[in-house]
């Protein structure tokens, strides 16, 4: 697996949501989305195992979104790892590592996804995964602007997810 | 009448983007801006509720409740702007 080749991809129908401040199954125009809230945080979650050729390097992961009303603004986005080590981990309790985030500013035409692009150092920022061991990543509209910027009043809508090697 | 808390405030923008959102309406209001608009508008209620009182005719203003007043100014402002 070389650089910049893509591991994993995500779509909305694979969200594990979380018992509470969960991103909402909508559709628009048939494209199922995932709804993230403009005033409080609200998370997706998707499990998914680390390809074997993976080669070592950090993650980049990008979240193809819409935006149902806004053309302006910044949105701010967040993504966690959890390595899910066969042997090791107690699936009881959580054990994200730290989010990760990056700005996401909505296309001038409704309806035209922005891509935002989050990325992950090997090591510690990824939860030390591996090739071959399952995970789960977690991604977050900080709508409440807790670690970024976030002044869209109004709803995000998640389409897919890919990650890549960087 | 005291002006609204910052907590009901933040509770209306919220509920405002919920709706605008589920109507899919196009809205470019920064959080701050909406928050501004909220805020003139509580300012601006609380500076004419008086005069507000005053222009409903008696006996009816006395027989209506404060509740129902703002019932009906809202309904009567919805009415005039198509909300």
């Given at each position: 697996?070389?650089?910049?080749?893509t591991l994993i991809v995500f779509t909305p129908y694979a969200n594990e949501p979380?018992?509470?401040?969960?991103a909402?199954l909508?559709?628009?125009?048939?494209?199922p989305v995932l709804?993230?809230?403009?005033?409080?945080?609200?998370e997706a979650v998707f499990t998914g195992i680390l390809p074997?050729?993976?080669?070592?390097?950090?993650l980049t992961v990008y979240l193809h979104v819409?935006?149902?009303?806004?053309?302006?603004?910044?949105?701010?986005?967040?993504a966690a790892i959890?390595?899910?080590?066969?042997?090791?981990?107690?699936?009881?309790?959580?054990?994200?590592?730290?989010?990760?985030?990056?700005?996401?500013?909505?296309?001038?035409?409704?309806?035209?996804?922005?891509?935002v692009?989050i990325?992950?150092?090997?090591?510690?920022?990824?939860?030390?995964?591996?090739?071959?061991?399952a995970f789960r990543l977690k991604i977050?509209?900080?709508?409440?602007?807790?670690?970024?910027?976030?002044?869209?009043?109004?709803?995000?809508?998640l389409v897919a997810v890919e990650i890549k090697?960087? | 009448?005291?002006?609204?808390?910052?907590?009901?405030?933040?509770?209306?923008?919220?509920?405002?983007?919920?709706?605008?959102?589920?109507?899919?309406?196009?809205?470019?209001?920064?959080?701050?801006?909406?928050?501004?608009?909220?805020?003139?508008?509580?300012?601006?209620?609380?500076?004419?509720?008086?005069?507000?009182?005053?222009?409903?005719?008696?006996?009816?203003?006395?027989?209506?409740?404060?509740?129902?007043?703002?019932?009906?100014?809202?309904?009567?402002?919805?009415?005039?702007?198509?909300?």
């Amino acid at each position: 697996m070389a650089s910049g080749d893509t591991l994993i991809v995500f779509t909305p129908y694979a969200n594990e949501p979380p018992s509470a401040s969960y991103a909402t199954l909508d559709t628009r125009n048939a494209h199922p989305v995932l709804d993230f809230d403009g005033s409080a945080d609200e998370e997706a979650v998707f499990t998914g195992i680390l390809p074997r050729n993976y080669a070592g390097g950090g993650l980049t992961v990008y979240l193809h979104v819409m935006f149902t009303s806004a053309t302006t603004g910044s949105a701010y986005w967040q993504a966690a790892i959890e390595r899910m080590d066969d042997g090791t981990l107690d699936l009881d309790a959580d054990s994200f590592a730290a989010f990760q985030g990056a700005a996401g500013n909505p296309n001038g035409t409704s309806g035209v996804m922005t891509l935002v692009t989050i990325t992950f150092t090997t090591g510690a920022q990824m939860d030390s995964l591996a090739a071959g061991e399952a995970f789960r990543l977690k991604i977050r509209r900080d709508a409440d602007g807790t670690a970024g910027t976030d002044d869209v009043t109004t709803d995000a809508e998640l389409v897919a997810v890919e990650i890549k090697e960087t | 009448m005291a002006l609204l808390s910052s907590t009901i405030k933040q509770a209306l923008r919220a509920e405002y983007g919920q709706k605008l959102s589920e109507r899919r309406e196009s809205f470019n209001l920064t959080k701050a801006q909406l928050d501004a608009v909220i805020n003139a508008i509580d300012g601006w209620i609380d500076a004419n509720a008086a005069s507000f009182n005053s222009a409903i005719p008696q006996p009816q203003r006395g027989l209506l409740t404060a509740a129902q007043k703002a019932d009906l100014f809202f309904r009567v402002a919805l009415a005039r702007f198509g909300g």
